[in-house]
């Protein structure tokens, strides 16, 4: 093996060992079983750890990521991660998880082509030209952020309406769908209140979104209506 790579197989042995002397046996018991609660789907960001940041050890959190965290319903890698999660594992929380400041999302913000991932992100070039004009009624410095946590709503939305997540509702199957985002300038998780247990909420807590953080002279004239 390459020398430039000794340094990590070195961290490697010093984590293990400071997880035995913490908890001995613990690699032994995580060995037998795979039984987490959380599913995480986030952004490939080397910046956004998923088991960092909410505390939790190998074993507790099932994850997966991709560039700008979307679910894709063409995307088997994705939906097979999520069945396995539901229907094997039984997970109770599905964590959609984006993060302010996301490349992928401010590289389809600004129509900046980079590559082949632009084919990826047409997804969100579509969410953007669908939501334009409520985006626009925030203030330009802020439109970056609003589009980060709409894409994560949408990807709750398209969480909830896999077959996998709809079936597991139909046989009384507790899963609950949760939108977050993170801001990697000071560390912290935002609850974005796109949560999600039945069909019966999707609507309701999708129309939710878009009445909260509004200018108020916008919410006003909206309500008025």
Known sequence: MSDELQHLLGNNRNWADAIKAEQPGFFETLAKQQTPEYM???CADSRVPAN???GLLPGEVFVHRNVANLIVHSDLNCLSTIQFAVDVLK?????????YGCGGVRAAYEDKRVGLVDNWLRHIHDLRRVHNRWLDKFDPEERLDKLCELNVV?????AAQTTVVQDAWARGQEVTVHGWSYRISDGLLHDLAMTVGSAE???DRYRDFFKRDLPVDVLNQSTKR
């Open 52 to 54: 960092e940041l909410i």
């Open 40 to 42: 995480w789907i986030g």
């Open 91 to 99: 997970v109770k929380h599905i964590i959609v998880c984006g993060h």
């Open 154 to 158: 949408e990807q709750v939305v398209n």
């Open 201 to 203: 909420e999707l609507t």
